[in-house]
């Protein structure tokens, strides 16, 4: 090689790092809201998650995208997809380590506190997995509206296996569950949907409609949406039948996604498809919204887990790569840029953390509230936060090399998925209004840190008034969640995270001390301390 092509400056391979035990945010949290041993169990999810193996495979499963199989070789219609092995192993690990159904079946005290915790840690590796580890953890308490079926299946979708291809999932070893809600005209107004259900003689329905997006089309069961005479109605849907039949569930094309690219979205087009009523006829919303209850959660711990990889990324570059004289890591600029995306990232993980301790201690009323507020404003945040550590690496972070345009496409996602930002804000309105329980029950949380921040106590008066103010509120919905989440993540940063931490979040976020682009913390703030606590250790 010649002498012109002599590599100095590079930065050194990101691996042997610990994104769980490492991130003292997400291990201190863990700890919060569970204990040490809890966070033990994780130790070797969180060195496999830091090693080159696993961003192989994040690396493989996202440049061999699946693919739809319609016919077999003869003719005969299989509506199969094939997924790279790279895919494989990130969900079979995933699953393995109790990521997706296991928490249901778990006596453990803190077993959804440990599965957050891990979903995050693990999740950074890559993001797109994800989804049917979500959908089928998300799927149980749904499903229990239905004893028969529930008493059926739940085992295998609470089972720490992974098992794939169609076959009776009574007879799977482990299943994965996936959802069919949103029809091309009516998108998050499934009152709008047109797929219909007409009841048959041995109990079942035949469903017949068309479905625009259905989240993981290789799994084995799906909660759906049709209309009955009553109204919108839920229904459970198999792949394989009980006699081994396969139902009819129609793979039309998948998804040609922004992001998102190693999991599946399709279009399915169902005709006589056999299905099981979930809940009450015509209460198909709030059967199937106890799924959405649980998806949120990890909408928020996705997009925390998005955050903290952009900025895992960011800090290692600028602790390797040297420009004017001086590692990137010692200019007093990029280390208040560096700090403001690590005071982000340990908000977004706090909150995310404390809602799965919502599900532990069955704090149904704050989750409610605490929840659609919390998935509104993370998930809003992502794409911001990612383009910010994209730059901390300049032109190396634009090229896909970096692993930053992979974290920025798939930034958006979970803001869009299940109901974009204005549907979500409306949500927090709606929660507000049907249960005085669920305000109550985050009041309480607020009120913990009353008299600890002058800021963050005029933040939540600003907030009491904005809901004591009737005039609009619809208009001013999108301001109302976005400061209930930020109040929120005020609460828990100053009870639980480094003073400088809090007291850069309540300067920057609660008190109007600095601008809307990130890396502008006024001046004083301790951003050394800051910085050095966002580093991730190795195992």
């Avoid at 380590?97 to 005290?109: E, K, M, N, S, V």
């Avoid at 440990?114 to 890559?126: D, F, H, I, K, M």
């Avoid at 979040?505 to 600095?514: D, N, Q, V, W």
């Amino acid at each position: 090689m010649p002498a012109t092509h002599d590599v100095t400056n590079q930065v050194p391979p990101l691996v042997g790092h610990d994104p769980i035990a490492g991130d003292a945010a997400l291990a201190d949290a863990c700890r919060r809201h569970a204990d040490e041993a809890t966070l033990a169990s994780l130790a070797g999810l969180g060195r496999l998650a830091g090693s080159e193996q696993a961003q192989e495979w994040g690396r493989l499963a996202n440049e061999n995208p699946p693919r739809l199989r319609t016919h077999d070789r003869y003719g005969h219609r299989v509506d199969e997809v094939e997924f790279h092995p790279a895919w494989h192993e990130l969900v079979r690990t995933a699953f393995e380590h109790g990521l997706a159904g296991a928490p249901w079946a778990d006596p453990a005290p803190h077993a959804h506190v440990r599965r957050a915790v891990g979903y995050l840690g693990w999740t950074q590796v890559e993001m797109g997995h994800g989804c049917p580890t979500t959908m089928t953890y998300a799927v149980v308490p749904a499903l229990r509206r239905a004893p028969e079926p529930a008493a059926r299946y739940e085992p295998g979708l609470t089972a720490r296996a992974y098992e794939f291809g169609l076959a009776d999932p009574a007879a799977k070893r482990g299943l994965v569950a996936g959802m069919g809600m949103t029809e091309k005209q009516g998108g998050s107004d499934v009152r709008a949907n047109t797929t219909r259900a007409v009841p048959q003689p041995d109990g079942t329905y035949r469903l017949t409609g068309h479905k625009w997006f259905t989240s993981a089309p290789m799994s084995d069961l799906f909660l759906v949406l049709a209309q009955l005479e009553e109204g919108v109605s839920c229904f459970l849907v198999p792949r394989v039948l009980p006699d081994g039949s396969r139902n009819v569930f129609r793979l039309q094309r998948l998804k040609d996604k922004l992001g998102d690219r190693s999991n599946a979205s399709s279009e399915v087009e169902f005709d006589g498809t056999t299905g099981w009523l979930v809940g009450e006829p015509g209460r198909g919303v709030p059967a199937i919204i106890e799924m959405v209850n649980m998806t949120r959660v990890d909408c928020v711990l996705g997009s925390a887990a998005t955050v903290r990889a952009a900025l895992t990324q960011a800090g290692h570059h600028a602790r390797h790569r040297r420009a004017f004289g001086a590692l990137l890591a010692d200019q007093p600029l990029m280390q208040n840029v560096l700090a403001d995306l690590a005071v982000e990232s340990e908000a977004a993980t706090a909150l995310a953390v404390r809602l799965a301790a919502a599900v532990d201690d069955g704090e149904a009323a704050f989750l409610r509230l605490a929840g659609a507020a919390a998935k509104y404003w993370v998930c809003k945040r992502a794409p911001g936060v990612v383009a910010e550590a994209m730059e901390v690496l300049g032109g190396n972070g634009y090229v896909e090399e970096s692993g930053l345009p992979r974290l920025y496409r798939q930034a958006p996602l979970n803001s869009i998925w299940e109901g974009s930002g204005n549907v979500i804000a409306l949500d927090v309105l709606r929660a507000l209004g049907r249960s005085s329980e669920s305000l109550a029950a985050v009041t309480a949380e607020l009120e913990l840190a009353r008299g600890a921040d002058r800021r963050f106590d005029d933040a939540v008066k600003r907030l009491h008034a904005e809901l004591g103010d009737p005039e609009g509120l619809p208009f001013r919905a999108r301001r109302i969640a976005g400061s209930l989440a930020l109040c929120l993540q005020g609460s828990l940063l100053l009870r639980h995270a480094p003073t400088a931490v809090a007291e850069a979040f309540c300067a920057s976020r609660l008190g109007g001390e600095a601008g809307t682009v990130l890396g502008t913390l006024p001046a004083g703030t301790g951003v050394a301390e800051i910085v050095r606590r966002s580093e991730v250790a190795a195992p």
